[in-house]
């Protein structure tokens, strides 16, 4: 079992459905959580950034993170066709020498107009 | 400064050939990552610096793979004797823990192997 699990889709909505993305993680020893969004042939650029449980909203995206479950969650709202992108769940346990970034394989989501 | 900058952005190479990417982090940086992505994948964690110390390397950094940050600001990572399964986007990130606080990377655009 990989310790960050992400189905990878394509996962194609149409322009202003809600979108939900999820990992889910093996690891107990994780506590920072972020969503990258990584459009073609670019590096990932970080959407949202979440320390240990809760929910954090900025605009159209919420995440939200449960460890008890070990599930962590990204919802996009309204979402529009620039949207369009793979998205990446990664997480760490901290600073330091356990400070590496654990991804996911990433969902590919395609927004349709 | 407005970003994490990698060169070359694309690179072709025969297989066996011997390849050199360079990173240059946000300035005030002091952490810096290689990572490795291939197709369909997340990106995999090779190594990092923190100024210039080597601190950790991954397993999958092969004998072959060699990276240096000689003074702490910008870094190499060197490949020899290419194979094809070293194919794949090689990601540069930095990033500047302080406080106790972690805020993520920031990514370069990478640059994408192809051995052939």
């Known amino acids: 079992q990989k310790e960050v699990e992400q189905d990878p889709g394509p996962l194609s909505v149409p322009e202003g459905a809600i979108v939900s993305l999820n990992c889910t993680y093996s690891?107990?020893?994780?506590?920072?959580f972020m969503w990258y969004r990584q459009y073609s042939r670019k590096g990932p650029e970080l959407l949202m950034y979440?320390?240990?449980?809760g929910n954090k909203e900025d605009g159209r995206f919420t995440a939200q993170v449960d460890k008890s479950s070990k599930y962590i969650s990204l919802f996009i709202r309204d979402s529009q066709p620039s949207d369009s992108a793979t998205y990446l769940c990664?997480?760490?346990?901290?600073?330091?020498?356990?400070?590496?970034?654990?991804f996911g394989k990433g969902t590919k989501l395609s927004v349709k107009p | 400064d407005t970003g994490v900058s990698q060169d070359p952005r694309h690179k072709i190479t025969k297989r066996g050939q011997n390849v050199t990417f360079r990173c240059d982090p946000i300035?005030?940086?002091?952490?810096l990552y290689w990572y490795r992505q291939t197709l369909g994948q997340g990106p995999e964690f090779l190594t990092y610096?923190?100024?210039?110390?080597?601190?950790?390397k991954s397993r999958l950094l092969s004998d072959r793979f060699s990276a240096e940050r000689p003074k702490g600001s910008f870094s190499t990572l060197e490949i020899q004797r290419t194979e094809q399964g070293d194919s794949a986007m090689y990601l540069c990130?930095?990033?500047?823990?302080?406080?106790?606080?972690?805020?993520?990377?920031?990514f370069g655009s990478g640059t994408r192997l192809t051995v052939v």
């Open positions: 990664a997480m760490s346990a901290g600073i330091g020498s356990q400070g590496n970034l654990i």
């Open positions: 610096f923190q100024n210039e110390a080597q601190l950790e």
């Open positions: 690891n107990s020893a994780f506590q920072y």
């Open positions: 990130a930095s990033s500047f823990p302080a406080r106790q606080v972690f805020y993520g990377y920031t």
């Open positions: 979440t320390y240990s449980s």
């Open positions: 300035s005030e940086h002091n952490r």
